[in-house]
């Protein structure tokens, strides 16, 4: 029996090349940025700055993965153009959130959605 080589064509490589890229993307499609769309408000700093925040306001009923739990929304499901609905819900809450209107800053909350919308600084 002898060993053979087999090769693929450019249209077969480029079709796997495409299906393994499409097997390793985002869970949720919203959680996909186009190149060079990034909001301005996604800084490095911006997002550690959120981290700190969001473990002293957010990580009891959201978690640490942002997945939630019990009435707790799913914030990596949050849609990233949807920033508006973001500041909405933190400041006069949503169901069994509360109200943070009178706790937090614009700024803050800038720093909140700079997190969550980078799923935690991980896009």
Known sequence: MTMTTRTFSPLLSTLILSASFALSAPVHAQDALP??????????????KGRVLYKQMCLRCHGPEMV???N??????????????????????????PALKDILTEEQITILWSYVGTRGGKL
């Open 35 to 48: 190149p060079g769309e990034r909001p301005a408000e996604f800084t490095a700093d911006n997002i550690e």
């Open 72 to 97: 707790a929304f799913d914030l990596r499901k949050f849609p990233l153009d949807d920033k508006a609905r973001f500041f909405n819900s933190v400041k006069n809450g949503k169901r069994a959130m």
């Open 68 to 70: 939630g739990g019990n």
